[in-house]
Structures are given as C-alpha cells and as structure tokens.
C-alpha cells in the first residue's frame, strides 16, 4: 500500500534548537519526494522536492532509500519556521497526485 | 502570476443540503486536482482531470460528490446531499502537463456541514 507516515502531530522547539521533522514512506517503485508547508492564514505552498537537492529556508532533506525516511532538517530553527509540514509522494504513473502524510505541526518558541 | 483562485472562502450547510465549490486553476495548466483535507489529517486527493478528461476517481464517493472540468478550464466540485463527515476544507490544486510534479494550491474553501 502507499502510505506516508508522519509520527509527531507537533513539535515544540526553542529558536536556534535543531529541528528534524521525521517522514516515513511505503511505496513499491521509485516516488518522488515532496515537503509541503502551510504558514498560518496561507495557502499550501512547495517547500523542496528530493529530486532538486537544494536547500531552501535554510531546510534540507535527504531521501533514504533503505530507510524508506525522507527527513526534514534545519540546523538552527526560527520563529518565522513556525507552521504546519506535510511530506508527500507521488509515483511515475500517477499523474502528479499525491498521497500526503497527516502532517507535523513545528512550534519555534523565542 | 495570479494563483489558483476558489470560492467560496467558507461555507455552512444543514445535512442532505446539496453545495458547490468553484475552481480557476492557474492559466494553462492542464492539470487540476481536487482534494479533500479533514481536520488534523493531509489531503486526500478526490479526483484528478486532465484538460477536460477525468484521469483519476477512484476515492471520489460517486454517490454523492460529482465533479466537471468542462471546457477544460474552471472546474466545479459538488455535493448532494451532505453528510455530517463532508465538514472538511476542499483544496483544488493544478499542475502543468509534462512539466515537475509540483503542485500549486488554492486557499481552500471550507465546509461546515450542520
């Protein structure tokens, strides 16, 4: 079955803590790796995909084939990081659709 | 360049009400998506066309939820009749044909079913 898996509904950091918001993937075939996010009162916008392997907003994330993880990380979070991620998949026949996972909410405390 | 625009921004509606939702994709995309996201959980894809062609219908509950992409353009996605467990925001989403996956996402328009 295809599934992406996001353990932690929320979490809690103090600004320039690190911060790795965790994805797990099931898929049978190569998917393409994307990270969502949602800042308050805006639309859902592309955060980075793993094929790009650029850092964007000081957030990278590493795709884990044997793991089936594609991590989210940032060395040092901010206040403005602050929002909701969703991790998502999409497979070489399916169109572009995406299969999401429920979502992290980060919380960057000053 | 203007994004993909839906309305209405809310909406409240008593069960077995019937109700519809608009969606201007951006300007030459081919793809457009429809999904649904109930609260605390992602989006969930409803259906998928291409140009004016459905490609993908499959979690779309037919019984009650229809959805058309008519001149291949704006779409519209409807509901009749409602249900309590339709409460949810309904994002519309496209995507260029043959160009990355990514996808560009609307405001959303959010149900409350009453």
């Known amino acids: 079955a295809q599934r992406v898996t996001q353990p932690e509904k929320l979490l809690s950091v103090f600004k320039g803590a690190p911060v790795e918001l965790k994805c797990n993937y099931s898929?049978?075939?190569?998917?393409?790796l994307f990270w969502y996010v949602q800042y308050s009162r805006q639309r859902l916008q592309l955060l980075l995909r793993?094929?790009s392997r650029e850092s964007i907003k000081g957030f990278t994330a590493d795709l884990n084939k044997g793991e089936t993880s594609f991590h989210l990380k940032k060395p040092f979070a901010q206040e403005e990081d602050s929002a909701m991620y969703y991790c998502?998949?999409?497979?070489?026949?399916?169109?572009?659709?995406?299969?999401f996972g429920q979502g992290t909410e980060l919380s960057v405390k000053p | 360049e203007a994004g993909v625009a839906q309305s209405p921004r809310y909406k409240i509606i008593e069960k077995r009400q019937s109700v519809a939702f608009w969606c201007n994709p951006i300007?030459?995309?081919?793809?457009l998506y429809w999904y649904q996201q109930i609260l605390g959980q992602g989006p969930k894809l409803l259906i998928q066309?291409?140009?004016?062609?459905?490609?993908?219908d499959s979690q779309l509950p037919k019984d009650r939820f229809s959805a058309e992409r008519l001149k291949g353009v704006d779409s519209t996605l409807k509901i009749q009749p409602a249900k309590l467990e339709d409460s949810a925001v309904y994002l519309c989403?496209?995507?260029?044909?043959?160009?990355?996956?990514?996808?560009?996402f609307g405001p959303g328009t959010r149900l409350t079913v009453l």
């Open positions: 998502a998949l999409t497979g070489g026949n399916q169109g572009g659709k995406l299969i």
């Open positions: 898929y049978s075939g190569s998917p393409e």
């Open positions: 989403a496209s995507r260029l044909a043959g160009g990355d996956n990514e996808q560009f």
């Open positions: 066309f291409q140009n004016n062609g459905v490609v993908d």
């Open positions: 793993h094929i």
């Open positions: 300007s030459g995309h081919a793809t």
